[in-house]
């Protein structure tokens, strides 16, 4: 079983940056794709960035996807934050496991965490 968990949300003033972490966990698969999207209060949940799991970074406007360190954790920073950046924001993980020598796709959502940007 692969598990996804996304941290880094909470309360912040316009303006500035917020650095929020997407964690894979699991054994025996690899990553494909990573996304991030976000649902901002009373609407439908939009795509803000990505990358590939061979990436190392990729920069879309104010958003910037990062690997860190540690290979199954990917990092997304918000800069210049506004207002209209508050929603819950989720992490999206594409790859295969191998289970038992055989590669099997998984498409799993982690269970979101909130940013609230202050005006």
């Known amino acids: 079983q692969v598990q996804v968990v996304e941290s880094g949300g909470g309360l912040v003033q316009a303006g500035g940056s917020l650095r929020l972490s997407c964690s894979a966990s699991g054994s025996s698969f690899s990553i494909d794709h990573v996304d991030w999207y976000r649902q901002p209060p009373e609407k439908q949940r939009e795509w803000v960035a990505g990358?590939?799991?061979s990436g190392v970074s990729s920069v879309t406007g104010r958003f910037t996807v990062s690997r860190d360190n540690a290979k199954n954790v990917v990092n997304l920073e918000i800069d210049s934050l506004k207002p209209e950046d508050t929603g819950t924001y989720y992490c999206n993980v594409r790859g295969l496991r191998n289970i038992r020598g055989t590669l099997l796709p998984f498409d799993i959502w982690g269970q979101g965490t909130l940013v609230t940007v202050s005006s």
């Open positions: 990358m590939p799991g």
